[in-house]
């Protein structure tokens, strides 16, 4: 997977889509239904890098996110990786049903309300899903993503 950064305005590498790559690499691609059992050898002795305060800095707290995208089906990144930027990222599926991608989006905390955060959330749910149609994904193959049910964001 590529990570694309945006040159204009608040250029930030986005935790969130870091967080769907983990999801998505390693010797084969992970799925999105990988066991806690399966992600703790995975994990066993991983040095999770620290950022911010708000940072994933251990296995329980991953697993809580991932938790959290398995059930909503995208992923939020409330300041883990830049302070001051609010990102939700979305997986893409291909033909198979595995996650090859993400696509994500970031704002400043200044232009960020939850309002905001749950529409910008909707628009990405809405693309991602209509670009993992584009490259054969049949919903309801493989995990079942791009929930209906979202959760409430928070700007924080």
């Not at 999801?23 to 950022?51: C, M, N, V, W």
């Not at 609010?86 to 309300?113: K, L, Q, W, Y």
Request: charged residues 20%; proline residues 4%; contains cysteine.
């Amino acid at each position: 997977m590529d990570l694309k950064q945006s040159t204009t305005v608040v250029p930030a590498v986005d935790r969130a889509i870091e967080l769907l790559q983990a999801i998505a690499r390693a010797g084969k691609p992970l799925t999105l239904s990988e066991t806690d059992t399966e992600l703790a050898r995975r994990y066993t002795g991983y040095g999770f890098p620290t950022r911010t305060q708000n940072s994933i800095n251990n296995f329980d707290a991953l697993q809580e996110n991932l938790r959290f995208v398995r059930e909503h089906g995208y992923a939020y990144d409330h300041e883990e990786f830049s302070i001051g930027v609010n990102c939700v990222a979305a997986p893409i599926f291909d033909h198979t049903g595995e996650v090859i991608a993400a696509m994500s989006v970031g704002v400043p905390n200044h232009r960020m309300t939850a309002n905001r955060m749950t529409e910008l959330t909707q628009l990405l749910l809405h693309y991602a899903s209509q670009l993992s149609r584009t490259l054969g994904w049949i919903e309801g193959k493989g995990v079942p993503m791009y929930s209906t049910n979202h959760h409430e964001a928070s700007a924080r």
